[in-house]
């Protein structure tokens, strides 16, 4: 009799540990719905004497893994003047046009990388004689989902926002930048020069890290006479267009949220020849970081990119 009894117990708790157990993988399987299988690849030119192989091979698969997670996901921080981009292929070797544009539109896809499950990395030499790094890589991502858009921005070369937008400057000439949401809330803005990320809204004037900005209100920013958002009027700071090669390619990033802005520090402005400075600015892959991380936590973000080119005719 207690040998039945207690086979019966011992047949329950079987059955028990077995649904628990069921339950368990369930959970687990509906948890990690949201990671899916992804794959990607890509090439990086080495004709930079001053990095070695194994920086190119942590710079191309870091392009390889945003490669897999664009084309699982899309990027939803797009520029508006693709046009811009031209592509010319002599054997394998690409523009210097296209790698810049490259190496932004793949920045920030709509995915989050989890893991790696398998990469590889391998040197090819092209017709022409370039070396290539080439990686490829599989593993699992998620998906990031990012607020649209709704406020304007536009680069302008003049104070009128309906007759002076403009994405084209010469090299010394002044760039002013409009903005307009139809709801109150906080902007930052940078300028990428592929250097390094530039705060320049707000001005350098501030401690704060953002600008706090009212619905429906006309802003021209980077003017000495289009300042009445501003305490101290004379604090403007001016931008003014410069490149050392004939062409070149910038990038402005329009940040606007429901919430104030953190979690980023910037250096002191740098003085140039001729009594210019910029403005406080950050490296490049920080500001790369920060920016991804804030498109994960802030989901009222609005992000945009605004191109502009810059040409040297002297």
Not at 62 to 88: D, M, P, W
């Amino acid at each position: 009799m207690n040998q039945s009894v207690s086979d019966c117990l011992f047949r329950k708790m079987q059955y028990v540990f077995g649904v628990l157990l069921f339950l368990v993988v369930f959970t687990t399987d509906l948890a990690g719905q949201k990671d899916i299988f992804v794959t990607g690849k890509a090439s990086t030119l080495m004709n930079d004497p001053q990095k070695t192989r194994p920086q190119y091979e942590i710079e191309t698969l870091k392009r390889a893994r945003e490669n897999a997670l664009e084309k699982a996901f899309g990027s939803s921080v797009e520029s508006k003047y693709e046009s811009l981009v031209i592509t010319e292929m002599e054997g394998r070797s690409v523009s210097s046009t296209r790698e810049v544009r490259n190496n932004y539109i793949n920045t920030f896809p709509n995915g989050r990388w989890i893991r790696d499950e398998n990469s590889s990395a391998v040197e090819e030499r092209d017709d022409k004689g370039n070396w290539w790094m080439t990686c490829e890589v599989t593993g699992y991502a998620r998906e990031v989902e990012s607020a649209p858009v709704r406020f304007k921005a536009y680069t302008l070369d003049g104070h009128d926002p309906q007759k002076n937008i403009a994405q084209s400057f010469a090299h010394g000439e002044d760039g002013y930048l409009y903005f307009r949401s139809p709801d109150e809330g906080f902007l930052v803005v940078f300028y990428d020069d592929f250097n390094s990320v530039q705060r320049c809204i707000p001005y350098n004037v501030t401690t704060e890290k953002y600008l706090k900005v009212d619905s429906d209100r006309d802003y021209i920013f980077f003017s000495g006479g289009k300042n009445d958002y501003l305490s101290e009027r004379n604090k403007a700071d001016r931008i003014q267009f410069y490149t050392n090669t004939p062409r070149d390619f910038n990038l402005f990033y329009v940040l606007f949220s429901s919430k104030p802005f953190s979690g980023y520090n910037v250096n002191e402005p740098d003085t140039l020849p001729g009594d210019f400075r910029t403005f406080r600015w950050l490296h490049r892959d920080e500001f790369q970081d920060w920016l991804q991380e804030q498109r994960i936590r802030n989901k009222n973000l609005q992000v945009e990119i605004l191109d502009v080119t810059i040409t040297r005719n002297d």
